[in-house]
């Protein structure tokens, strides 16, 4: 069960990736619409899962890009 801190951290996470992503999206990915679905964090908030949703016809390409 995640704590209520690492909900806060993870919606902060997940709001400033999607900034990202809406404002380097032409730039680094041909224009794709990517958007940030959910940020799961560890406990210690070490790690995040960061789970993404693409929509071009690329999908196998840019998420190359991104990882």
């Not at 996470?13 to 940030?36: C, D």
């Not at 940020?39 to 990882?67: C, F, H, Q, W």
Request: proline share 1%; net charge positive; aromatic share 6%.
């Amino acid at each position: 069960m995640e704590s209520i801190r690492q909900s806060k951290v993870g919606k902060l996470v997940q709001k400033e990736l999607a900034e990202i992503f809406r404002s380097e999206a032409r730039n680094l990915f041909g224009g794709a619409f990517i958007t940030v679905t959910v940020v799961r964090l560890t406990p210690d908030m070490g790690l995040a899962k960061v789970y993404l949703s693409i929509m071009d016809k690329n999908k196998e390409a840019i998420l190359k890009t991104v990882t």
